[in-house]
């Protein structure tokens, strides 16, 4: 051993002390960069399992009024594997204990069936049954701030009549992981939920009998969504199609994955 190997190890006894430290910190910047990686791949790794499980849409559009048979048309386009119509509309709620009117954004779901994109994952309770237009499912978040639990009750102006809506179920959904009302920067769900109604009640309610307003679709792996878009356009413009996008641009979608993106820049 040469005198300035040494030297080196009389020198780095003497300084223990400080290269233990260092030598320390080195260990946790890396640990932590490697536990933040692993975060951000699980995190990823189960928002796509989740959207996976539940059947979340690759392509979402509305429209005015489109009679249901159009749906088989657009099942046929090139890439498309499967199409749910549905009828989305907007009502004013009167939740018991909060003074402020409320939004919701009423979804219809098929009455005692479990739709066939965009599924519930039910927290407790089931879905609404045919022949009872009343009852309801509320988004988990929105149930939570009202305290609202199963056979709890509310008001609701859906089309201009007033309405006593039941809670029948309390769930989630891939298509609402983040629930943000119009006009809104931030989800409050105080102030704006999102309610699973029957496909029927909802048609009825708002004159859609044998129509839909909102459809979405599910696409073939290797399926390019904004070809798709275009021709989901083309096929709606004529129903008052007000614009098809990509689950890219769901705003749910866009929001989670944005904050993913940002943490991963962090």
């Known amino acids: 051993m040469t005198p300035l190997n040494h030297k080196l190890y009389r020198d780095l006894w003497r300084l223990r002390g400080q290269v233990l430290a260092i030598a320390l910190v080195i260990a946790s910047g890396i640990a932590v960069l490697a536990m933040s990686l692993t975060s951000m791949e699980a995190l990823t790794d189960t928002a796509l399992a989740y959207y996976e499980r539940y059947r979340f849409a690759d392509v979402f559009a509305r429209v005015e009024r489109a009679p249901v048979h159009i749906a088989d048309r657009i099942r046929q386009l090139p890439g498309v594997q499967s199409v749910d119509t549905r009828v989305v509309k907007s009502a004013i709620l009167d939740m018991p204990g909060f003074d402020e009117p409320v939004i919701g954004q009423l979804v219809s779901v098929p009455e005692g069936?479990?739709?066939?994109?965009?599924?519930?994952?039910?927290?407790?309770?089931?879905?609404?049954?045919?022949?009872?237009?009343?009852?309801?499912?509320?988004?988990?978040?929105f149930a939570e701030a009202h305290g609202l639990g199963l056979d709890g009750r509310f008001g609701a102006v859906i089309n201009g009549n007033r309405r006593t809506l039941t809670v029948v179920g309390v769930a989630l959904s891939p298509e609402f992981v983040y629930t943000i009302g119009p006009g809104a920067l931030m989800p409050d769900d105080q102030r704006f939920g999102v309610l699973w109604m029957g496909h029927e009640a909802l048609q009825a309610a708002f004159d859609l009998d044998g129509a839909f307003n909102d459809v979405s679709l599910a696409l073939l792996r290797g399926t390019d969504p904004e070809a798709v878009v275009d021709r989901v356009d083309r096929l709606l413009d004529r129903y008052g199609g007000i614009g098809a996008y990509a689950r890219a641009d769901q705003l749910s979608n866009w929001f989670l994955m944005n904050e993913i993106v940002q943490l991963r820049t962090l």
């Open 113 to 141: 069936a479990t739709p066939a994109l965009n599924q519930l994952a039910l927290r407790s309770g089931r879905l609404p049954r045919l022949g009872h237009p009343d009852e309801a499912i509320l988004s988990e978040p």
